[in-house]
């Protein structure tokens, strides 16, 4: 499956990209995290609870910064993780663009998110796995939003 979403953050670019390559901070921006720590070489290992329609799931895994090129502003994270309970399991690459917004002190972000689901998760099929993603990033992006705006 493949996420598309854009979002505009009231910072400037290297703000933005400081804060999304900082992952324990970032990740507090996620909707369900609980937890969040580093394993070395840009690998965290976390925990995130979400609902997809009526399974709750407990997903423990990892992320990796996999690339990363700031003179560009693009970055790729990928992640692994697993629900032992409801025998699930997603893997995605994340792929992020920061650039320099419309406005002084704005920047946009991409996210481009490739996505396979397994197990009891991917039961529910696409449309409703889409609703969620979409719901998610749009509080990460507001959340992203409070973290790090300049007044």
Do not use: Y
């Not at 700031?70 to 992020?96: F, Q």
């Amino acid at each position: 499956m493949r996420f598309e979403h854009k979002s505009t953050v009231n910072a400037p670019r290297a703000v933005v990209w400081a804060f999304l390559l900082d992952v324990p901070r970032v990740a507090h921006c996620v909707p369900g995290v609980e937890t969040i720590e580093s394993i070395g070489d840009d690998r965290f290992r976390g925990v995130l609870k979400v609902a997809v329609g009526p399974v709750r799931l407990t997903l423990t895994g990892e992320v990796a910064i996999a690339s990363r090129d700031e003179a560009a502003g693009i970055a790729v994270l990928r992640a692994t993780a697993a629900d032992k309970g409801a025998g699930g399991a997603v893997s995605a690459e994340m792929r992020m663009v920061v650039t320099d917004g419309m406005a002084p002190d704005t920047s946009e972000l991409q996210i481009v998110t490739e996505a396979q689901v397994m197990g009891r998760i991917g039961e529910f099929g696409q449309p409703i796995i889409k609703r969620k993603a979409d719901q998610t990033m749009n509080e990460f992006a507001a959340n992203l939003g409070r973290a790090i705006s300049v007044p």
